[in-house]
């Protein structure tokens, strides 16, 4: 079945680094790719998304670029803030049964320094 | 764009007492409507997905089980909690567009 493979976390940076989150999938087919992130004691917001291959999704900062030939989706922000602090969900969207479903990554835990 | 209400945000039950999650959904019709627990510190278990009034398909078997009695309303219930059902709960309906999901603020579930 579907899966998506996060990098593990957590993950610490200073103000202003660079950031990488790995993300990879496997689908028989051709899913949409999703980041989410949670803040502590919230819902989960969309943060970008991509729906084919070499896509580019962005929003906030953030970049994503939906590559078949690697099966991956890795997030990155040129600058982090200390606001960026949150839980980063990597997820694919496939036909299953009667309804689109979201497969999630595990998550990855990133927190800023100031 | 869609906004996903969720109450009560908070919810301290005993064991075997029973539990009535609801969900609601604004700035949409007929959407795809979704159940996730969300364990601590662990990713999302999707529970229970629908696609209309009366339409329920459960993705695991357990003790807790869902109805959707109106077109934007989805409701979480158990007759009788365990201690395994405390978690973070998250409902989520299906945008118009890519298939993305919208997520209510969740309710956080202690059994005790």
């Known amino acids: 079945g579907d899966s998506v493979t996060q990098m593990e976390g957590p993950v610490t940076l200073s103000e202003e680094a660079f950031l990488t989150i790995n993300c990879t999938y496997t689908a028989t087919g051709y899913p949409s790719l999703f980041w989410y992130v949670q803040y502590p004691g919230e819902g989960l917001q969309l943060l970008l998304k991509a729906t084919k291959a070499d896509d580019k999704g962005s929003n906030k900062g953030f970049e994503a670029t939906y590559r078949k030939e690697t099966t991956s989706f890795h997030l990155e922000k040129g600058s982090v803030q200390v606001s960026d602090s949150a839980v980063y969900f990597c997820?694919?969207?496939?036909?299953?049964?009667?309804?689109?479903?979201?497969?999630f990554g595990s998550g990855t835990q990133l927190t800023v320094l100031p | 764009s869609q906004t996903i209400h969720q109450w009560p945000a908070t919810l301290v039950q005993p064991v075997g007492s029973p539990l009535s999650l609801e969900c609601t959904v604004e700035g949409t019709s007929n959407p795809n409507l979704y159940w996730y627990r969300q364990a601590a510190g662990r990713g999302l278990q999707l529970l229970f997905y629908s696609v209309g009034i009366g339409q329920i398909s459960s993705e695991v078997p357990q003790n807790l089980s869902a109805s959707r009695p109106q077109d934007r309303q989805f409701i979480l219930s158990s007759k009788k909690l365990l201690l395994s059902d405390s978690g973070f709960y998250l409902c989520?309906?299906?945008?118009?567009?890519?298939?993305?999901?919208?997520f209510g603020p969740g309710t956080r579930l202690t059994v005790t």
């Open positions: 997820a694919l969207s496939d036909y299953r049964g009667s309804a689109r479903q979201l497969t």
């Open positions: 989520a309906s299906e945008g118009t567009g890519v298939y993305e999901q919208y």
